[in-house]
């Protein structure tokens, strides 16, 4: 069965301090994998996926992500953050032929101005 | 585009009552998603549907939860009898072939009293 693991459950940061959120998965297949975000009190939002390709995934709002198959890592990376990225963020992964996406526990992303 | 829209944003209800969460996918996506999101459990995957039809509800905790989607453009998660522990935020998400990442509606944060 897949599974996500996301290894951090609450960062807190200060601005301008660099990002790295890991998340790994465990799937045999071709993955198809996904970061959302979900600010205070909204719905999750897709930040950024990888399909194929290029393994450096780049999203909104400055994030980027690196599929590392021998790792089985996605990990979030945004070199700068800002108060505003103060939100949770979801590792997603979707495989097989049914596609649906299977959720990490979130991270939440704590930004001191 | 209005996204997928979920009604109503908030309920709040008595324990034994009969609740009806309702869902609008975005027009052309053939796939939909019910998802519950609580502090402790995070995102569970209840139900989700391809082409109207339920694919997967192993994630329904028990007999109480029921989903349908009777046509494309329409959904509904119904719990009957409600009790407190079903208090949780309901995401309905669509997609279009399951595989290309999912747009979030905007919740029904559910509260059981």
């Known amino acids: 069965a897949q599974s996500v693991s996301q290894h951090n459950h609450h960062v807190i940061l200060s601005e301008a301090a660099s990002l790295e959120l890991g998340c790994n998965y465990s799937y045999g297949g071709t993955v198809n994998l996904f970061w959302y975000v979900q600010y205070p009190g909204q719905h999750l939002q897709l930040l950024l996926k990888?399909?194929?390709?290029?393994?450096l995934v780049k999203g909104i709002k400055g994030f980027e992500a690196e599929f590392i198959k021998s790792k089985f890592s996605f990990n979030l990376r945004k070199p700068s953050v800002q108060w505003s990225d103060t939100a949770e963020y979801f590792c997603?992964?979707?495989?097989?032929?049914?596609?649906?996406?299977?959720f990490g526990k979130g991270t939440k992303l704590s930004v001191k101005p | 585009d209005a996204g997928v829209i979920q009604s109503p944003r908030h309920e709040v209800t008595e324990m034994g009552q009969e609740v009806t969460l309702r869902c609008k996918p975005i027009s052309g996506h053939n796939s939909l998603f019910w998802y519950r999101q609580t502090m402790m459990r995070g995102l569970e995957l209840l139900i989700y549907?391809?082409?109207?039809?339920?694919?997967?509800d192993s994630g329904m905790p028990e007999d109480r939860f029921s989903a349908k989607m009777p046509n494309a453009s329409f959904s509904t998660l119904k719990i009957q009898p409600s009790e407190p522990r079903d208090s949780a935020v309901y995401f309905c998400?669509?997609?279009?072939?399951?595989?290309?990442?999912?747009?979030f509606g905007s919740g029904t944060r559910l509260t059981v009293v």
């Open positions: 549907f391809n082409n109207n039809v339920p694919i997967d």
């Open positions: 990888y399909f194929s390709g290029d393994p």
């Open positions: 998400a669509s997609s279009l072939q399951g595989n290309y990442g999912y747009t």
């Open positions: 997603a992964v979707a495989g097989g032929s049914q596609g649906n996406l299977i």
